[in-house]
């Protein structure tokens, strides 16, 4: 399989979206260029990407003449309005660009980005509204990725009744279904939180740590109702 960070990205839309998607593509080690017509977006965003661009994405000589037909990804992000969201996924499904994803807004510009052929839509504030819906019901819950199929990234705070045992102890997957990938725990006394590392059965669950786990939501309620 290809390491992803070996692709090259294009941004197209430097709004809130757009800027954090950039920098996080950045900070994992992918080739990112940004684009925004706005030159105050590109002047807060080009100290953290490889590349930014100012220009109208809208404009397909301009796209050819920068590279942006070249690259491996597109994310076309532009959220103030969606006309140019779908001209832009256009040409660059036609300039041959693979993976092309699409801002959408509605049931309807989804339909419409789905019908030019794009690879996928993104909803930034459906995606924002569910795991905020999910974390407000489940109050133990401070993070929610959704994968379909019922499966689901889950980060909450270990039980009280956790705490104090081993992982050996606790059977968190025969037990629950749930695999636990990674322990978060205070760096001392501050309140950020670091990766513990690589988890053994010997390792000791301590009070105020974060568990990162892999499954389906009522699996989680289950485990989080054993106080």
């Known amino acids: 399989m290809n390491n992803r960070k070996d692709l ?3 941004i197209i839309g430097i709004g809130a979206f757009g800027s954090e998607l950039a920098k996080t593509l950045s900070e994992e080690g992918a080739y990112v260029i940004a684009i925004d017509k706005d ?32 690259v491996d990804v597109a994310i076309v992000a532009i959220g103030e309005a969606f006309e140019p969201n779908v001209l ?14 699409a801002r959408a807004g509605s049931h309807t ?13 993104i909803h930034p ?18 993070d929610v990725f959704n994968f379909g199929e019922g499966l689901a990234v889950f980060e909450m705070e270990a039980p009280d009744t956790m705490v104090g045992y081993t992982l050996e102890e606790l059977k968190i997957r025969k037990r ?20 513990i590392g690589i988890l053994k059965g010997s390792t000791n669950v ?22």
């Open 176 to 195: 629950y279904s749930l695999n636990l990938i990674t322990i978060k725990r205070k760096k001392n006394s501050s309140e950020e939180f670091e990766n």
């Open 8 to 10: 090259q990205f294009a």
């Open 206 to 227: 301590k009070e105020g740590d974060h568990f990162i786990l892999v499954g389906k939501k009522e699996n989680c309620d289950k485990m989080m109702n054993i106080n």
């Open 39 to 70: 030159m105050k977006n590109i002047e807060q965003i080009k100290d953290y990407v490889s590349d930014a661009i100012c220009f109208d994405g809208t404009d397909y000589d301009l796209l050819e003449s920068h590279g942006i037909t070249k």
């Open 125 to 142: 504030e459906r995606q924002v509204a569910e795991r905020m819906g999910v974390s407000l019901v489940r109050k133990g819950l401070t």
């Open 109 to 121: 510009q989804e339909q419409i980005l789905k019908k030019i052929g794009i690879t996928d839509v």
């Open 88 to 101: 832009i996924s256009m040409n660059l499904l036609d300039a041959g660009v693979k993976e092309v994803y």
